[in-house]
């Protein structure tokens, strides 16, 4: 009996769906990457956050706020960034992302989702979004952001 095995959707995949889905991005793909440049905000009463994502294959989405920078509030940075800059958005040891899923229907709302919980942490000082800091072995209580929390959240508008 043969596995149902899913091939990985290609990165013209990838820009042709995020092309109908949201046409409001800037998309290129070309060289085996797809990069992204668009606007994001998480409610209706956010900042709106410009942000960029790159995509290879065999390489996980890599999203960065450029716009407005990311506040340090004492120095610190927020929660859930990888060393590069990029936003944390789920933990790749527990494979919640996968590159048979859209980016459309992970990556984009998770960000949106991420700026939700960063917003939050401004203004009181404790990270509600749960999950594990990818710097750090501390396992902290793990919900994938892909819960019932996530779908109460109504973003605002996608820029």
């Given at each position: 009996?043969?596995?149902?095995?899913?091939?990985?959707?290609?990165?013209?995949?990838?820009?042709?769906?995020l092309?109908q889905?949201?046409?409001?991005?800037?998309?290129?793909?070309?060289?085996?990457?797809?990069?992204?440049?668009?606007?994001?905000?998480?409610?209706?009463?956010?900042?709106?956050?410009?942000?960029?994502?790159?995509?290879?294959?065999?390489?996980?989405?890599?999203?960065?706020?450029?716009?407005?920078?990311?506040?340090?509030?004492?120095?610190?940075?927020?929660?859930?960034?990888?060393?590069?800059?990029?936003?944390?958005?789920?933990?790749?040891?527990?494979?919640?992302?996968?590159?048979?899923?859209?980016?459309?229907?992970?990556?984009?709302?998770?960000?949106?989702?991420?700026?939700?919980?960063?917003?939050?942490?401004?203004?009181?000082?404790?990270?509600?979004?749960?999950?594990?800091?990818?710097?750090?072995?501390?396992?902290?209580?793990?919900?994938?952001?892909?819960?019932?929390?996530?779908?109460?959240?109504?973003?605002?508008?996608?820029?």
């Open positions: 009996m043969k596995k149902n095995i899913l091939k990985p959707l290609t990165i013209m995949e990838q820009y042709s769906h092309k889905t949201f046409d409001w991005l800037k998309c290129t793909a070309k060289c085996g990457e797809l990069k992204v440049i668009g606007q994001i905000s998480p409610t209706t009463i956010s900042s709106t956050y410009t942000f960029t994502l790159n995509y290879r294959l065999q390489s996980r989405p890599r999203v960065r706020i450029i716009e407005p920078k990311l506040e340090k509030p004492g120095g610190r940075n927020p929660p859930h960034l990888f060393s590069d800059g990029s936003l944390c958005l789920y933990y790749p040891k527990h494979y919640e992302w996968k590159p048979t899923m859209l980016i459309g229907e992970t990556i984009i709302p998770w960000t949106s989702l991420w700026l939700f919980y960063y917003e939050v942490w401004l203004a009181t000082g404790t990270w509600f979004g749960k999950g594990v800091h990818p710097t750090s072995n501390k396992k902290r209580d793990h919900t994938p952001l892909k819960t019932k929390a996530f779908r109460t959240i109504r973003p605002g508008r996608f820029s």
